[in-house]
């Protein structure tokens, strides 16, 4: 059975810090690139970052460029995104995504929130 978890989110205060986990199964992780990404209530959700399957090629949307980081351990099965220097406007629903290297069949998993606030 094909599993994406996310988890790690949560409440943070302006400036703070949290990591996101995406815990594979089901499928060889490692032929997969993974990103992440978001969507605040009422909008759609869009690109936030993205690692290559081996881990070498990192891209990031220009909203969190510098302040995110991205990074993937095969050998777990998992994919991280650590969130620093927080911003009310990084709210919201965290998705991870696995996207297979030839045949393009991806995955999602079913999201964790994060929630920036005073």
């Known amino acids: 059975q094909v599993q994406l978890v996310e988890s790690g989110g949560g409440l943070a205060q302006p400036g703070g810090s949290l990591r996101l986990s995406c815990a594979a199964s089901g499928f060889t992780f490692r032929d997969y690139a993974v990103g992440w990404a978001r969507q605040a209530p009422g909008e759609e959700r869009e690109f936030v970052a993205a690692?290559?399957?081996?881990?070498?090629?990192?891209y990031y949307s220009d909203s969190v460029k510098g302040r995110f980081t991205i990074s993937r351990d095969n050998a777990k099965n998992t994919a991280y995104l650590h969130l620093n220097d927080l911003k009310p406007e990084d709210t919201g629903v965290y998705f991870c995504?696995?996207?297979?290297?030839?045949?393009?069949?991806?995955?999602w998993g079913q999201g964790t929130q994060v929630t920036v606030s005073s």
């Open positions: 690692i290559a399957w081996r881990g070498g090629n990192t």
């Open positions: 995504n696995a996207v297979q290297r030839v045949s393009r069949e991806n995955y």
